[in-house]
């Protein structure tokens, strides 16, 4: 019997997980709520009032941890470096605190220029602002199920070339430098399939990573390279699969970074917002 409730937010994605057993969990319950996670890809759980390390121990029941090199930049970690500090925060000579700031942050999966993405991300919020910060999830699922035929037969057995020079934001990764060529297909990159299939569901996803600008479709002249891909990133944002949490303090969400996306509103610079995550190895996308 598990020791907890699911109950889903409808069929494209999420659940709350209610009643988790926070204070006395076993490896057993954490792949009992593990099978929901799979079955809905990101799960909620609210009003948790829990330390950092009982998060680590609940995340360590799903696999090795990732940890992210702006984890040990000196002042950002919280005393365990498996946690990542998102927030707008600032320490006492005015730098930041942890990552992301207040601004908004687009449509992404995780760590996308990495040959093994992560497979799991684990966001809980100690301080919320009132408004704004909200965090949406559109389902990869969803988002290759319905693509109109053509597109799908475009981009099947196709991979994206990412650029791995510049982020997200625009800005030039640390170690790299501005390449010499205006040419993306001769920048440095990882290669991933445009739809994978998700290792435990076997399901098909859609996967763009994410930074649309200097991505390629390996293979094709870069005009129709970009006609596609401009036509992929406009279907992600399809509100029929996308899902929105308004974030409350104690909330703690599980995204599956293999076949979701997700997406940041801003909030007030005066506003403060403080989450602490976790994240999980995941496997080379096929
Ligand atoms: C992240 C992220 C969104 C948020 O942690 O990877 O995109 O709501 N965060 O802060
Ligand atoms: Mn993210």
């Known amino acids: 019997m598990p020791r907890f409730e ?3 937010f409808g069929d494209v994605l999420g659940a709350d997980i209610v009643g988790f057993p926070f204070d006395d969990f076993s490896q057993d319950d954490v792949d009992e709520m593990r099978r929901a996670w799979i079955e809905h890809s990101v799960v909620r759980f609210r009003d948790t009032d829990i330390d950092d390390a009982t998060q680590i121990r609940f995340s360590s029941c799903l696999g090795p941890f990732v940890i992210h090199p702006r984890q040990l930049q000196q002042g950002k970690h919280t005393g365990h470096p ?38 799991a991300a684990i966001l809980r919020a100690l301080e919320v602002p009132p408004t704004g910060g909200d965090t949406y999830f559109s389902s990869m699922y969803r988002a290759y199920e319905t693509l109109a035929p053509e597109l799908k037969k475009a981009v099947e057995g196709r991979s994206i070339h990412h650029q791995t020079v510049y982020d997200g934001r625009g800005e030039i990764r640390l170690g790299m430098s ?40 390996i293979g094709l002249p870069l005009d129709e390279s970009r006609a596609i891909l401009d036509q992929l990133w ?18 703690m969400v599980m995204w599956d970074n293999r076949c979701v996306m997700h997406r940041r509103d801003s909030f007030a610079p005066d506003a403060i917002r403080l989450m602490h995550r976790t994240t999980i190895e995941g496997e080379r996308p096929v």
Not at 201 to 207: I, N, P, T, V
Request: proline fraction near 9%; charge should be positive.
């Open 6 to 8: 699911v109950r889903p």
């Open 82 to 119: 498996e946690i990542l500090v998102i927030s707008n925060k600032k320490k006492e000579d005015g730098s930041p605190a942890g990552d992301l700031g207040d601004g908004e942050v687009r449509w992404h999966t995780d760590t996308w220029f990495k040959e093994r993405p992560p497979s």
């Open 178 to 217: 501005k390449p010499e060529s205006d040419d993306v297909r001769t920048w440095p990159g990882v290669a991933h399939p445009i739809v994978r299939t998700h290792g435990e569901s076997g399901r098909k996803a859609l996967y763009l990573g994410g930074s649309p600008k200097y991505s390629w479709i």
């Open 234 to 251: 406009a279907h992600v944002a399809n509100p029929d699969f996308v899902w929105r949490q308004v974030w409350k303090k104690g909330d």
